[in-house]
C-alpha cells in the first residue's frame, strides 16, 4: 500500500514514513493510492471483537508493518485504558443507535485514534532506523490535545507540544490538558481561535527555516491531529465494527444499508466514515452535522468553501471550526485524484477565502448530506430526550441528533442510523445541565460532574474525578505571532 500527497509533488511511500512524517513537505496530506475493500463476508468477521476488527482494518492499510508488530501495536492501545471491555458502545434510545466512543483515558472519541498513533509511530520509526527525536506538533479545539498528550506521555523519543485557543475550550478541557504529566509534554494556550492555531502549525510544518533548526538539533516534527494518517486510519475502525455489532444483533440484514451522523468540525471523523464505505460497508448517506459555523453545511449545499465569516463560540467548541482541515483528502477523492485540481482550490483559499468546487465535484458528493444545529436546538434535543429516556448525550452529539431528526423530517428517511456520541456529557457538565433547565450559575465546573452523576445515574468517568485537585503544570500563553519562538525556547534551540 502507497501514499501519495494530495498535492502531488512529492514521491509515493510506504505508510510508516507517512506516519513519522505526518504532513507532506508539499504541504498536502498523504492519502492511499488506492482505497482498500473488506474482502472477507461479514457473517464470518460479525462475531470479532474489537481488536481484531481494529487489526483486520490497519493491516489493509498499514501491510508495511508485520503482523507481531501491528498486533501489539493494537494490543497496546485498546486495553484496560478503556471503561468497557468492548472498547465502544452502542446504545439504541428512541429511533437511533448512539455509537459512544468516550470511554477511553480522556473520555471523548479522540481516545480511538490517539491510543494507538503512539504505538504506530513509534514503531514505523524503529523499522525506519530512525534516530532523530520527533517532535509531535498539534493544534486542538479542546479533545485532540488531551489525547494526544496522554498516548504520548513519556514516550521515548517523542516530545508532544498542543496549542489551543485559550478562551475556545471548556473548563474540563483546558484544565485536563493543563495538569498534564510527563517530562516531554508541553502545553501553550494562544491568543486567537482553533482556526489560528491549526494555521500556525500548518505554516510551521511547511516552513523550511524552521524545519533545518530541527534537523540540526536532531529533531523531526510529526502530527497527532487527523491529517497524519496514521491517526485517520484507526477511526475507520469503528464504522466498520458497529456496522457488525449491528448485525450479529440481528438489528440489521447482511448488505443493509445504514446512515452515519457525524458531529463534524476537522472533517476527520466523517472522512474515516466516508473510508469505510469505500471499503464495502453499506453505508448509503453520510450526514455532516454542524454547529452555528456552519461552513461545512454551507459548502455542500452549494459546493462553495467560504471560510470569510463571523466565528462562533458555540456550546460545542470541538466543531468551532471555519477550515476543515481533511475536506482536502476529500477534494482529491470527488477530483478524480486530481493534484493539479486540489493545488488550486487550496491556493484560492489560503489567498481569497474561499473556491468554488466544479459541478462534476459537487455530484461525486451526492452521499453527503449537510445541515447545521443552533445553540438552542442542540439545548432543546438534549432535554428532549433527557425527558423521554433519561439519555444524555454531550453537546456535540446533541448537534448530530438535532441534524439527524430534521433529515428525517424532510426526507421521511427510516434507514436504521449511527448517531456518532463523540465525547461524555462529563465533559461539557455545565452546557448539559442548564440545556435540562437546571440551575448552575453558583456551582464550578466540577460541582456540576457530581449533579450530572445524579441525574444520569452514571459514576462520573475515572479520567475527570479528580481533575480539580490536580496541580497546574502547564501555564504557557502567547500570541498567534510567536508560535515558532515558543517551539524554539521548549525545545531549547537557537532562535
Do not use: W
Not at 263 to 278: E, H, M, S, V
Not at 376 to 382: G, H
Amino acid at each position: 500500500m502507497l501514499y501519495k500527497s494530495t498535492r502531488g509533488k512529492e514521491k509515493k511511500i510506504y505508510s510508516s514514513d507517512a506516519i513519522v512524517k505526518g504532513l507532506a513537505e508539499d504541504g498536502g496530506l498523504y492519502v492511499p493510492v488506492e482505497i482498500p475493500v473488506i474482502d472477507q463476508p461479514f457473517n464470518e468477521l460479525k462475531d470479532k471483537n474489537y481488536l481484531e476488527i481494529a487489526y483486520e482494518v490497519m493491516s489493509k492499510f498499514f501491510d508495511d508493518f508485520d503482523k507481531n508488530s501491528l498486533l501489539e501495536c493494537v494490543e497496546s492501545a485498546y486495553d484496560h485504558k478503556f471503561d468497557k471491555k468492548e472498547i465502544v458502545d452502542i446504545k439504541e434510545i428512541n429511533d437511533a443507535y448512539f455509537l459512544e466512543l468516550y470511554h477511553g483515558p480522556t473520555i471523548a472519541f479522540k481516545d480511538m485514534a490517539l491510543s494507538i498513533l503512539p504505538h504506530l509511530l513509534k514503531t514505523a520509526c524503529k523499522k525506519l532506523n530512525f534516530n532523530k527525536e520527533v517532535v509531535i506538533l498539534t493544534a486542538t479545539s479542546g479533545d485532540t490535545g488531551k489525547a494526544a498528550l496522554e498516548g504520548f506521555a513519556d514516550v521515548e523519543g517523542t516530545k508532544i507540544i498542543v496549542f489551543y485557543p485559550k478562551d475556545g475550550v471548556s473548563d474540563i478541557q483546558e484544565r485536563q490538558m493543563t495538569t498534564q504529566e510527563g517530562k516531554n509534554t508541553f502545553v501553550v494556550s494562544i491568543d486567537g481561535n482553533f482556526d489560528d492555531a491549526q494555521r500556525g502549525v500548518k505554516e510551521i510544518f511547511s516552513d523550511e527555516n524552521m524545519n533545518k533548526i530541527l534537523e540540526e538539533n536532531n529533531y523531526v516534527f510529526s502530527s497527532a491531529n487527523s491529517i497524519n494518517i496514521g491517526r485517520l486510519v484507526p477511526q475507520i475502525v469503528y464504522y466498520v465494527y458497529s456496522y457488525l455489532q449491528l448485525l450479529k444483533n440481528e438489528e440489521i440484514k447482511d448488505g443493509e444499508k445504514i446512515n452515519v451522523v457525524v458531529p463534524t468540525g476537522n472533517f476527520g471523523n466523517i472522512l474515516a466514515a466516508y473510508y469505510a464505505k469505500q471499503m464495502g460497508i453499506p453505508i448509503d448517506q453520510l450526514i455532516c452535522a454542524s454547529n452555528e459555523n456552519n461552513v461545512l453545511c454551507d459548502f455542500f449545499n452549494t459546493g462553495v468553501y467560504d471560510r470569510k465569516r463571523d466565528f462562533k463560540v458555540t456550546n460545542s467548541p470541538s466543531m468551532d471550526i471555519l477550515v476543515s482541515s481533511n475536506l482536502e483528502r476529500l477534494l482529491y477523492e470527488i477530483s478524480g485524484k486530481n493534484e493539479n485540481a486540489v493545488n488550486e482550490l487550496m491556493e484560492k483559499l489560503s489567498t481569497e477565502g474561499e473556491y468554488r468546487i466544479t459541478d462534476e465535484m459537487k455530484n461525486n458528493m451526492k452521499d453527503f448530506h449537510a445541515d447545521f444545529a443552533t445553540e438552542k436546538e442542540t439545548q432543546e434535543v438534549i432535554n428532549k430526550v433527557y425527558k423521554e429516556s433519561e439519555y444524555l448525550m454531550d453537546t456535540h452529539t446533541a448537534v448530530a441528533y438535532s441534524v439527524y431528526k430534521k433529515y428525517k423530517e424532510e426526507t421521511k428517511d427510516n434507514t436504521k442510523t449511527i448517531i456518532v456520541s463523540t465525547a461524555s456529557p462529563f465533559k461539557f457538565t455545565r452546557s448539559v445541565i442548564e440545556s435540562i433547565g437546571k440551575k448552575c450559575e453558583s456551582m464550578d465546573d466540577f460541582e456540576l460532574m457530581k449533579e450530572l452523576s445524579i441525574m444520569s445515574k452514571v459514576d462520573i468517568p475515572n479520567a475527570v474525578t479528580d481533575l480539580d485537585k490536580r496541580e497546574i503544570l502547564h501555564n504557557n500563553v502567547c500570541s498567534k505571532d510567536e508560535m515558532k519562538d515558543v517551539i524554539k525556547e521548549l525545545l531549547g534551540v537557537r532562535k
